[in-house]
Protein backbone atom coordinates (compact mmCIF):
# COMPACT_ATOMS: atom_id res chain seq x y z
CA UNK A 1 0.00 0.00 0.00
CA UNK A 2 0.72 3.53 -0.70
CA UNK A 3 -0.59 6.69 1.40
CA UNK A 4 0.38 9.89 0.19
CA UNK A 5 -0.14 13.09 1.80
CA UNK A 6 -0.16 16.67 -0.09
CA UNK A 7 0.76 20.13 1.62
CA UNK A 8 2.04 23.54 0.56
CA UNK A 9 -0.88 25.39 -0.87
CA UNK A 10 -2.14 28.85 0.39
CA UNK A 11 -3.48 32.52 -0.45
CA UNK A 12 -1.23 34.13 -3.28
CA UNK A 13 -1.89 37.36 -5.24
CA UNK A 14 -1.63 36.89 -8.93
CA UNK A 15 1.76 36.72 -10.05
CA UNK A 16 2.91 34.73 -7.02
CA UNK A 17 4.58 31.71 -6.67
CA UNK A 18 3.72 28.23 -4.32
CA UNK A 19 5.54 24.91 -3.90
CA UNK A 20 3.26 21.76 -3.38
CA UNK A 21 4.75 18.94 -1.76
CA UNK A 22 3.28 15.47 -1.77
CA UNK A 23 4.88 12.57 -0.06
CA UNK A 24 4.38 9.21 -0.83
CA UNK A 25 5.17 6.01 1.56
CA UNK A 26 4.56 2.62 1.66
CA UNK A 27 5.36 0.40 -1.17
CA UNK A 28 6.96 3.15 -3.04
CA UNK A 29 8.77 0.87 -5.18
CA UNK A 30 5.32 0.06 -6.72
CA UNK A 31 4.82 3.61 -7.91
CA UNK A 32 4.72 4.05 -11.94
CA UNK A 33 4.28 8.01 -11.60
CA UNK A 34 2.49 10.67 -9.33
CA UNK A 35 0.21 13.26 -10.44
CA UNK A 36 -0.54 16.31 -9.50
CA UNK A 37 -4.65 17.18 -9.76
CA UNK A 38 -6.68 20.06 -9.47
CA UNK A 39 -10.62 20.69 -9.07
CA UNK A 40 -12.06 24.34 -9.08
CA UNK A 41 -15.66 24.96 -8.12
CA UNK A 42 -18.01 23.35 -10.24
CA UNK A 43 -15.55 21.92 -12.55
CA UNK A 44 -14.20 18.40 -12.89
CA UNK A 45 -10.62 17.31 -11.09
CA UNK A 46 -8.23 17.45 -13.82
CA UNK A 47 -4.67 16.68 -14.30
CA UNK A 48 -2.14 19.70 -14.15
CA UNK A 49 1.20 17.69 -14.26
CA UNK A 50 2.48 14.42 -13.71
CA UNK A 51 6.00 12.44 -13.60
CA UNK A 52 6.88 8.99 -14.31
CA UNK A 53 9.00 6.55 -12.36
CA UNK A 54 11.46 7.36 -15.10
CA UNK A 55 11.21 11.09 -14.68
CA UNK A 56 9.20 11.53 -17.84
CA UNK A 57 6.94 14.58 -17.51
CA UNK A 58 3.37 15.83 -18.88
CA UNK A 59 1.65 18.84 -18.41
CA UNK A 60 -1.74 20.40 -19.05
CA UNK A 61 -1.76 23.12 -21.47
CA UNK A 62 -2.64 25.38 -18.83
CA UNK A 63 0.46 24.55 -17.02
CA UNK A 64 3.21 24.68 -19.60
CA UNK A 65 5.64 27.28 -19.27
CA UNK A 66 4.35 28.11 -15.22
CA UNK A 67 4.51 24.86 -13.27
CA UNK A 68 6.72 22.41 -12.64
CA UNK A 69 6.99 19.14 -11.54
CA UNK A 70 10.19 17.56 -10.18
CA UNK A 71 10.29 14.63 -7.98
CA UNK A 72 12.86 13.54 -5.03
CA UNK A 73 13.55 9.78 -4.06
CA UNK A 74 14.93 8.71 -0.60
CA UNK A 75 14.93 5.70 1.03
CA UNK A 76 11.43 5.25 2.22
CA UNK A 77 9.47 7.88 0.75
CA UNK A 78 9.15 9.84 -2.89
CA UNK A 79 8.36 13.26 -2.63
CA UNK A 80 6.89 15.04 -5.63
CA UNK A 81 7.05 18.42 -6.10
CA UNK A 82 4.93 21.45 -7.77
CA UNK A 83 6.53 24.48 -8.58
CA UNK A 84 3.55 27.04 -9.45
CA UNK A 85 4.93 30.08 -10.93
CA UNK A 86 2.86 33.17 -12.78
CA UNK A 87 -0.07 31.88 -10.89
CA UNK A 88 -3.47 32.85 -12.23
CA UNK A 89 -6.95 33.55 -10.54
CA UNK A 90 -8.22 30.89 -12.51
CA UNK A 91 -5.61 28.29 -11.25
CA UNK A 92 -7.76 28.79 -7.94
CA UNK A 93 -8.80 24.91 -6.66
CA UNK A 94 -7.96 22.49 -4.52
CA UNK A 95 -4.67 20.64 -5.56
CA UNK A 96 -4.12 16.83 -5.07
CA UNK A 97 -2.02 14.70 -5.94
CA UNK A 98 -2.64 10.69 -6.87
CA UNK A 99 -0.92 7.63 -8.51
CA UNK A 100 -2.94 6.46 -11.66
CA UNK A 101 -2.41 2.64 -12.16
CA UNK A 102 -1.06 2.97 -15.66
CA UNK A 103 0.89 6.24 -16.69
CA UNK A 104 -0.31 5.85 -19.81
CA UNK A 105 -4.01 6.91 -18.71
CA UNK A 106 -3.13 9.95 -16.18
CA UNK A 107 -7.08 10.56 -15.64
CA UNK A 108 -7.70 6.52 -15.54
CA UNK A 109 -8.02 4.79 -12.80
CA UNK A 110 -5.99 5.86 -9.38
CA UNK A 111 -4.20 3.30 -6.91
CA UNK A 112 -5.19 5.43 -4.35
CA UNK A 113 -8.36 7.39 -2.92
CA UNK A 114 -8.01 10.94 -3.26
CA UNK A 115 -7.09 12.58 0.10
CA UNK A 116 -8.27 15.91 1.41
CA UNK A 117 -5.81 17.68 -1.30
CA UNK A 118 -4.33 21.28 -0.35
CA UNK A 119 -6.23 24.31 -1.11
CA UNK A 120 -4.46 27.12 -3.52
CA UNK A 121 -6.31 30.63 -3.58
CA UNK A 122 -5.05 33.34 -6.05
CA UNK A 123 -6.56 36.23 -5.61
CA UNK A 124 -6.46 39.63 -8.56
Known amino acids: QVQQVESGGGLVQAGGSLRLSCVASGSIFSINGIGWYRQAPGKQRELVAGITRGGTTTYADSAKGRFTISRDNARNTVTVYLQMNSLKPEDTAVYYC????????????????WGQGTQVTVSS
Open 98 to 113: NLPVSVGSWTGPMVRS
